[in-house]
Every structure is written in structure tokens, then in C-alpha cells.
């Protein structure tokens, strides 16, 4: 019986399931995953021994959600389809995460110099707030302001891989992301609706390699991904 016991208490505290959201004091961490590397190709994401990601593709999240009864946990990317008890990861790191947070953990970066980037998600703002974040992790991208447009500056100098966010006044806004400290709109946002206590992020990814018909590269925007934090 002690060591039933035992194995219980080991296996409970590597635990991963797709569980609800996790709130404050609770005795889980949660998370997604994104692939944020342009020239990685698809990857299998493992926590610990468990995989939390399967052949997922630049710019996309995990399906599920996940949430884990430990604070800190290795985190490593495959290949897609590798057998990761005989194949070398392209990336392995510990990660640490809190009780009662949601996270989300991107593979980010250039295949040769692959990294794990773990993305807290900001709280809950007061009624009447939203919360919105920028996430940087536009490999080859300098800083970032975000700004409405033709307006004031809610955001400067977000570099990568980090991320910086702003509380602001529920209402509806039209936004750009700027290179730091210039004028130059890298991307328009267009114009969003944020209600009282709505939490979101842009995720500002490289754009993927193209080239012209006579095979020279051409220069594309770079990619935003507008998500929930959950």
C-alpha cells in the first residue's frame, strides 16, 4: 500500500489535463502552446512526458488548454511525428509557472537557436477596463509601439521575445503597431470593440519567407494574431 501510495502522489503531481480555467489559489498552472518559429516546421510539443501539441504549424496554438499540478516543468519540441525516446528535441527548457496563472509558452525564434518564451497572462483589469497585450516574437523585428491610430501611444519599445501590457477604458479604438519610435505603421489593427474586463494579446510574428517569380525574396508584412487570454 505505501507504495501505491507513493506512486499516486508522483504521478498526480506530474498531472496534465484539460482542465477548466484555473483560478487564483488553485493548485494548477495552465497553458497553450504556440508555434512561433517560421522555419521550424510543424512540431509535436511535449510537457514532461506528455505531448501537449501534435503537428501544429507556425502561427498556431495548441487545441486544448492544459493545466499542470507543478511549477516547474521541462518543456521540448519535436519534429512532427518524432519518437522522442529516440529523437534529440530541437529545443528542451524547464519552465516555471505559478499556482492559479495561465500562461502561454511559444517556440520561438530560428530553428538553429530555438527558445522556450513563457508569457504570463495579465490579470483581470477593474470593471470598466480591458487589458491588452503585445507579445513580440518577430524574429528579425525591432521594437514595437502600439498606439491608436491618430492617436496617443499605449505602448513603446517592445522587444523581443517580451511582451508589455496596457489597461485602458472599455470602448472601441482603431490601433497600429509602429517600429519604436517612429512613425512607421508595421501593421494596422483596424478598429475592435474591448468590453469591461476583456483581456486579449497580439502576438507579432515574422512573416514567413516568399519570393518572387524570379526567386527573389520579397518583403511581407508581419503576421498579428489577435487571441483571447484564457
Known sequence: MPRVLATFVIVAA???????????????ACFRILHASPDA???????????VAEDIAYTQFSQRRWCIAATIALA???????????????VSSNVTMAFGRSYVIAIA???????????????????????????HLAI??????L?????????????????QTTT???????????????????????ESTFRSRERKTIYVLAPSAAADDAGRAVALPVITLVEPDR
Do not use: C, K, M
Not at 76 to 90: E, K, V, W
Open 76 to 90: 521540448r519540441a519535436f519534429p512532427a511525428g518524432a519518437d522522442p525516446n529516440a529523437t534529440p528535441p530541437l
Open 14 to 28: 506530474i498531472w496534465l489535463a484539460s482542465a477548466g480555467a484555473a483560478e487564483s489559489g488553485t493548485q494548477v
Open 140 to 145: 528579425g523585428i525591432g521594437g514595437l509601439d
Open 147 to 163: 498606439a491608436v491610430t491618430g492617436g496617443p501611444l499605449w505602448l513603446s519599445g517592445v522587444v523581443f521575445p517580451t511582451a
Open 168 to 190: 485602458q477604458p472599455a470602448g472601441r479604438y482603431a490601433l497600429e503597431l509602429r517600429e519604436a519610435g517612429t512613425p512607421n505603421v508595421l501593421a494596422s489593427l483596424g
Open 109 to 135: 525564434d530560428r530553428l538553429q537557436q530555438l527558445q522556450v518564451v513563457v508569457l504570463e497572462n495579465p490579470t483581470l483589469p477593474p470593471v470598466g477596463r480591458f487589458s491588452l497585450r503585445v507579445a
Open 41 to 51: 516546421g510543424n512540431i509535436d510539443v511535449y510537457i514532461n512526458r506528455t505531448r
